[in-house]
């Protein structure tokens, strides 16, 4: 069965960075389509971005430009490397499997599973 984890969040100063991982037990990561997500205190969860199987991405708005994400399946991992962090990135991410293509803007609406979720802080 999928489980996911992620790990590398913590505390960033503004236009700082962060890589978080995504990393994938029970299958082979190259097989699906994995998602980034978040949700901040208080707010709905939003879709962060996605990459396909054949490495196809797409972003949220906010986040494109400053975030990439990628895989690397000899490490049935996901990355996500966010550059020039700003306070309002602050949240937990959680990645996930998306219920759409990443070439669709339904991607971003759910996931099929979620990990447990990394605290992600930009602060001063």
């Known amino acids: 069965q999928l489980q996911l984890v992620e790990s590398g969040g913590g505390l960033a100063q503004p236009g700082g960075s962060l890589r978080l991982s995504c990393v994938a037990s029970g299958v082979t990561l190259d097989s699906y389509v994995i998602g980034w997500f978040r949700q901040a205190t208080g707010k709905e969860r939003e879709g962060v971005s996605c990459i396909s199987i054949s490495n196809v991405t797409n972003y949220g708005d906010s986040v494109k430009g400053r975030f990439t994400i990628s895989r690397d399946n000899a490490r049935n991992t996901v990355y996500l490397q966010m550059n020039s962090l700003k306070p309002e990135d602050t949240a937990v991410y959680y990645c996930?499997?998306?219920?759409?293509?990443?070439?669709?803007?339904?991607?971003?609406?759910?996931?099929?599973?979620w990990g447990p979720g990394t605290q992600v802080t930009v602060s001063s």
């Open positions: 996930g499997v998306p219920t759409a293509s990443c070439l669709s803007s339904y991607w971003s609406i759910n996931s099929y599973y």
